[in-house]
């Protein structure tokens, strides 16, 4: 969540104004007028204009966006996988299952038949830097003046067409200059045209911005009804993020509902609570620790700033120089400019280095801000480490599907009536529909196969219940396996060990005594004791650790993981006293020691043989800048109980086909080993794909996968697919049940509708939430010589769903997808290198 | 009419000669002068200077003949700037509730204005609608102004329309200000000024700023007027005559005065800028007009209502925030005395503990009731919170912070302490938690 919040913050400071920023600058007046650089808007006309009138090619014109990113990226148009797979050309829907009547959070915008969007390119002469003095000028024509009209500054967009092709006009501006102005058509477009959605877009966000709503990133905010939680100083605004996009057949407007985190604390009030620590020694350490590289709010004019430095020599006393020349004190400019006296004159200067708009000039601008007018934004990971805190923002911000239906109808009821958004829809003959309601299937649910009994789970959310007494498909017994712990938590390690042998024995896991190591509470205390205790037929380290320190448990799984490979298991000293659950707990150590020495827990029906399924993650969170990691899990076997995995650490400019090819030799290879033959049939289910990133792909990942697999030198070629899978997605979907809206149950598919006709796509429910609207998982299958039908494909996935070992019951994406990420997250987080391959066969990530 | 074209003044003055003579240059080819010249047919004979042809030529009256200016007058801050800063001087100084700027074109000064506190309504009124629209995004509303509201509401009303139309909006205000506006007036409009603005709107305090002819040779350019939307430009005594008798016929005292001073050898010129300051002489007692029997000329651009502590629910939120972060403040200094004492006697289960404050001699708090603790839970005295001088500030007494934390915290049976938890509670639900190494 830190990251987002640091990326939403960012939105935030692109999509203010551009003028000058430091207070030395803001003294001299507010002219960004003429400074403005629009170089990138130019160059981009100048292509277009070559191309003369376009049918609205995507790639002809990109609008420039408040927030910098253009919509291409986020809505990924003009990528069509689906007219490449014939069997899913005319009909990608599915049959199986009971038929679910379910509401989404999408809105029909209707449209006149015929309508089209006029598309202008506008020309100045002289030409004019500012684009707020060609807005002006254009704007003054009487031509324009009562007509629905869009203008960047460049591109014109008009519901009616001008009686010419070019029109030829000139203004005069304030200063006497005469200009001449061109206005030329260069296409007529049909709504389906992605330089239309783009442009629908943009009427709605004027829209909600007219509905008195802050916009902040690309998102939606109505600060006049924060909800507050000041025993953790934040405020939460409820907004909502906007789109319009072309569904299956129609135009839709999609809304859903966001929070924005605010915190009501200042960098001042951050500091001297530091301050007040008992422990003073590192207080200037800490605070550069905690708050460099934070995002900060300006109080006085609601700029943000990303702090990079700390400049304690510096005090609001002192003086600094004003763009005029003239100097003046910090806190006399504050006084002056915004009427706001500092309390703390001895407060040190946050010191923030503005981007420069001229990218060539070399000189870094710097501002000095007052940490008492400057609030922190975003949660830091400090924050989002704190349980309370987030379970208290949580129960504000997962709304049930009653809620989040509520602030959808009020948000609906408000654009249908505010005067002025239905001025705006109706200028461009926009009509703003009902909500869309649909039909989706509930696929059977899965019978999950033990070792010698099936077993159907009460709730596929969860059965560790029903397993309670079935034995797992296929442990293997733990004989030489030590436990380290410390001095002081040596009981809480011998209640654990009893209870571990009293769950065992019932799953049909066989566990030795282990031996007990006691050591002292530190790090090198536990690396030093594993160091000398493990030999080579140690099976499993299990560590008790005093306390959730970080580096404690990166040491330990670094050093087991590259140095002397063997699976480890470290648990928390604080979780073995809860005395009440011991036996759960036990129970879950227990399955996951299981995993780790390369056994099976459970598995559900496959019916294809000769299957191999593989799921690839990527995560950039690792600590070394520049590199992400990329995690790839593949089955073993024809059951897809057993995992094969790797994970590559890689520059991210490169391209990560590349490390594909390696992963996927090394999983054939193993597959081979295993089974005799290689697998006729793979699916890959690729996770972490980023806004934007479709294209790549699709245009490279997916080739350089198929060369792999397709050595001409023999004659293996197995059937293909590649499946995206997205966490995230615009829809969500609500079924009416005893007459209240509640989540869809789980199984349930989306593959009409909601969908989007280029694509080979559905939506699958394959999580429960306790709380809140759960998100569908959307898959898009973009490469596929299988020929399954939709709905083989659409229930294999739910199947995969159920495969992930540490977690008895459905997670929200395929199994192999979950363990990618797991992987990467060990290696990202705490290891920081490629693990040994001595590891590549057991779940030692889990 | 719109005070748009006063920033370009406002901008050439720092940024040197060469934009000065670029905009003055372009200028030439207009023709305004004619439309001038008819404007002011009676106050001014200014063939004088046309005679001279060439400004830059000119030498400036006779006692100071010596002073020719080569190069062009730069003022430090720019002039524009001064003249802001001159009004928010005197905000600062009289401290008006209601204020309103004629012409207030790109807004900058109603933006420099909405700062201050004292301020509760702000009006703007511009004759050019498209730069209203333009502009209005500077007084917006931005996450600072909810995260911290100002003391006091504040309304900011864009209005468009003409000086002159006698609209009620404008009645009843504290502080009008026309900076560099009467200069784009048309001679009709001039004459219908004083009627509308004095006599109509009358406002406690007005200002009015205009360019002072008598510096206009110390200029390099060859243009007579600043600008070319400008339809005079007065000397000095012609604006004081103006005005005084304005402020004769309507029960007005005026002072003059003026920013921009003269180079030296050249100080008989007097200011660059000429400026009146108008107080009525007797206040108003009753409206003078019925607002509502007034027809409505002036259509509203744009409405921004700030959030303030005067509604309610601001007031809430910013007394909670505050009484949180002093109990949490003192519930650590408790954790932490705690833990040194754990620490030095080896663990003894706590019945009763009265936490030590390392509180300085001369403590304001001591008189007040000390927070304590009993068993797990830790008590906090309303009268203590309310020393702080900020939620004193904030809640004016006791029994209305008592009413805006009662929502948000739990109160100790008797209603005059805040309880808190001093241990943490069950802080993992195993559910929740998503397998992992445990």
Redesign the interface.
């Known amino acids: 969540m830190a990251g987002r919040a640091r990326v939403k913050a960012r939105g935030l400071c692109r999509s203010q104004e551009p003028s000058p920023l430091d207070p030395p600058l803001a003294a001299s007046g507010n002219h960004p007028t003429m400074r403005e650089n629009e170089a990138s808007v130019s160059t981009n006309l100048l292509e277009t204009v070559k191309e003369g009138i376009s049918a609205g090619d995507w790639n002809a014109c990109t609008l420039t966006q408040r927030g910098g990113k253009t919509w291409n990226n986020f809505l990924e148009l003009g990528i069509h996988t689906r007219e490449k797979l014939a069997h899913v050309k005319d009909c990608k829907t599915g049959s199986s299952g009971a038929p679910v009547k379910l509401v989404t959070n999408l809105f029909n915008v209707g449209l006149p038949r015929g309508w089209q969007l006029f598309q202008y390119h506008v020309t100045f002469n002289p030409e004019l830097a500012s684009k707020r003095l060609r807005i002006a000028l254009l704007y003054n024509h009487n031509k324009f003046l009562k007509k629905a009209k869009v203008f960047d500054g460049a591109m014109l967009f008009l519901s009616e067409k001008l009686e010419e092709k070019v029109t030829k006009l000139s203004s005069e501006t304030q200063k006497g200059t005469y200009v001449a102005i061109t206005v030329t058509l260069i296409s007529e477009l049909p709504s389906s045209s992605p330089v239309c959605i783009q442009f629908f877009n943009i009427i709605f966000k004027k829209i909600l911005r007219k509905l008195s709503m802050y916009q902040i990133g690309r998102n939606f905010y109505s600060p006049s009804d924060p909800v507050e939680i000041p025993q953790h100083k934040l405020s939460l605004w409820p907004g909502f993020a906007i789109s319009v996009a072309q569904f299956e057949n129609k135009l839709m407007f999609t809304a859903n509902v966001t929070h924005k985190v605010l915190r009501n604390e200042t960098v001042l009030d951050f500091m001297s609570g530091l301050y007040n620590r008992k422990d003073k020694s590192h207080f200037l350490e800490t605070c550069e620790k905690e708050l460099l590289g934070c995002i900060i709010l300006t109080r006085y004019n609601n700029r943000t700033y990303r702090i990079d430095d700390i400049d304690w020599t510096v005090k609001p006393t002192d003086t600094f120089q004003k763009r005029d020349g003239t100097k003046i004190t910090y806190s006399d400019y504050y006084k002056q400019q915004y009427d706001i006296t500092l309390t703390d004159l001895n407060q040190p200067m946050l010191v923030s280095r503005l981007k420069n708009k001229q990218i060539d000039s070399g000189e870094v601008r710097i501002a000095h801000l007052v940490p008492e007018l400057c609030f922190l934004t975003g949660l830091s990971k400090k924050v989002t480490s704190d349980f309370r805190l987030m379970k208290d923002l949580a129960t504000e911000t997962h709304l049930n599907p009653t809620r989040r239906q509520q602030r959808l109808s009020r948000l609906a009821d408000n654009i249908q009536r505010n005067t002025e958004a239905r001025f705006e829809l109706e200028t461009w003959g926009l009509q703003f529909g009902c909500q869309m309601s649909l039909t989706g299937r509930v696929v059977p649910s899965e019978k999950l196969l033990m070792q010698d009994t099936t077993c159907q789970p009460m709730s596929a959310a969860d059965w560790s219940r029903d397993m309670r007494n079935c034995k797992l498909l296929e442990a293997r017994p733990l004989n030489d396996w030590i436990i380290v712990c410390s001095h002081r938590n040596e009981d809480a390690a011998q209640c654990l060990l009893s209870c571990l042998r009293r769950v065992s024995s019932p799953m049909g896991f066989h566990m030795e005594k282990p031996k007990i190591i006691k050591v002292q509470e530190n790090t090198a205390a536990f690396i030093r004791a594993i160091q000398q205790h493990v030999n080579p037929d140690t099976q499993l380290v299990m560590c008790v650790l005093p306390s959730n320190q970080k580096d404690c448990y990166d040491s330990i799984k670094k050093f087991l993981s590259l140095d002397r490979p063997i699976p480890s298991q470290c648990v928390l000293a604080r979780t073995l006293n809860r005395h009440g659950m011991m036996m759960s707990i036990a129970t879950k150590i227990a399955m996951q020691v299981v995993c780790k020495l390369g056994g099976e827990l459970w598995a559900v029906e496959i019916p294809l043989k000769s299957l191999m399924v593989v799921g690839i993650d990527v995560s950039k969170q690792t600590c070394t800048k520049g590199y992400s990691a990329v995690g790839f899990v593949a089955s073993s076997n024809s059951r897809i109980t057993r995992w094969f995995s790797r994970c590559i650490l890689q520059n991210t400019k490169t391209d990560i086909a590349d490390c594909l090819k390696v992963c996927m030799k090394g999983a054939l290879n193993k597959w081979y080993r295993y089974n005799h033959c290689f697998p006729t049939r793979i699916i890959v289910y690729r996770d972490g794909v980023g806004d934007g990133m479709l294209q790549t792909i699709v245009d490279y990942e997916v080739p350089q996968l198929l060369s792999s697999l397709r050595d001409p030198n023999s004659n293996y070629s197995p059937k293909v697919s590649v499946i995206v899978v997205r966490k995230t997605c615009i829809p969500r979907f609500f079924t009416e049940m005893n007459r209240t809206l509640q989540n869809p149950p789980l199984g349930t598919v989306i593959d009409s509708e909601a969908t989007r006709p280029e694509w080979y796509d559905f939506y699958l429910i394959s999580q429960s939430t306790h709380q809140g609207t759960v998100t569908p998982t959307y898959y898009n299958v973009i490469y596929d010589d299988n020929g399954l039908k939709p709905d083989h494909m659409q229930r294999l996935t739910y199947k995969l769903c159920h495969l992930y070992y540490n977690w008895p019951g459905l997670i929200k994406i395929p199994a192999p997808c979950q363990y990618a990420h797991k992987l990467t997250f060990l290696v990202g987080q705490s290891i920081h290198r490629e693990p040994r391959m001595e590891l590549a066969d057991s779940l030692f990530y889990l | 009419m719109g005070r ?2 006063s ?2 003044e ?2 050439q003055a ?1 940024r040197g000669v060469s934009t000065l003579i670029g ?1 003055l240059g ?2 030439k ?2 023709t305004r002068s004619a439309a001038t010249s008819r404007a002011l047919p009676s106050l001014q004979p200014r063939e004088s200077w046309s005679r001279r042809g060439n400004l830059s030529d000119v030498m400036v009256d006779s006692d100071v003949q010596r002073v020719q200016v080569k190069e062009n007058i730069k003022f ?3 002039l ?2 001064q003249r802001h ?1 001159f009004v ?1 001087d005197f905000v ?1 100084k009289h401290k008006p509730q209601k204020v309103a700027d004629l012409g207030c074109a790109n807004c ?1 000064l109603l933006w ?1 204005l909405k ?3 004292s301020i509760e309504v702000l009006a703007g009124l511009d004759i050019d609608e ?2 209203l629209t ?1 502009n209005i ?2 007084l917006h ?8 509201p100002r003391e006091r509401p504040l309304t900011i009303t864009l209005y468009h329309g003409s000086v002159v139309e006698k609209d009620p909006c404008l009645l009843g205000f504290d502080l009008i200000t026309c900076i560099e506006l009467i200069e784009h007036l048309e001679a009709k409009e001039l004459a219908q000024f004083p009627e509308v603005l004095f006599g109509f709107f009358s406002p406690t305090t007005v200002i009015i700023s205009t360019p002072n002819f008598e510096f206009n040779p110390l200029f390099s350019g060859k243009t007579l007027f600043r600008h ?2 400008h339809k005079f430009e007065w000397d000095r005594t012609q604006f004081q005559s103006w005005a005084s008798e304005a402020a004769r016929n309507y029960g007005y005292s005026v002072e003059f005065t003026g920013l921009g001073e003269p180079p030296p050898g050249a100080e008989a010129v007097g200011f660059c800028t000429q400026i009146g300051i108008f107080m009525k002489n007797k206040p108003n007692i009753q409206p003078l007009h019925n607002e509502k029997t007034i027809e409505c000329t002036h259509t509203t651009v744009g409405t921004v209502i700030y ?1 303030s502590l005067k509604e309610e629910k601001y007031l809430r ?1 910013a007394v ?2 505050e ?3 002093q109990i ?2 003192m519930k ?2 408790l954790l ?1 005395s705690l833990k ?1 004492k754990n620490d030095s006697d080896s663990g003894d289960e706590l019945e009763f503990v009265k936490p030590k404050y390392n509180e300085s001699k001369n403590d304001p708090f001591e008189e007040t009731p000390k927070p304590f603790c009993i068993e797990n839970v830790f008590y906090v005295p309303l009268e203590r919170l309310f020393s702080f001088p900020k939620i004193k500030h904030l809640c004016g007494d006791l029994e209305t912070l008592k009413m805006l934390i009662a929502d ?1 915290v739990t109160l100790s049976s008797d209603g005059s302490s805040v309880m808190i938890n001093i241990v ?5 639900d ?3 938690n ?5």
């Open positions: 748009s074209s920033s370009g406002g901008r720092p905009i372009l200028s080819s207009r430090t801050p720019s524009s700037e800063k928010l600062r900058k420099r700062y201050h506190e498209n730069i333009r995004y500077r509303t931005g996450a600072g102004d909810y995260l911290d070319p939307d959030p939120k909670s925030n009484v949180f972060s949490l403040k650590r200094v932490e040194m948000e943490d509670e069950e802080d993992c195993l559910s929740d998503d397998g992992d190494d445990l």
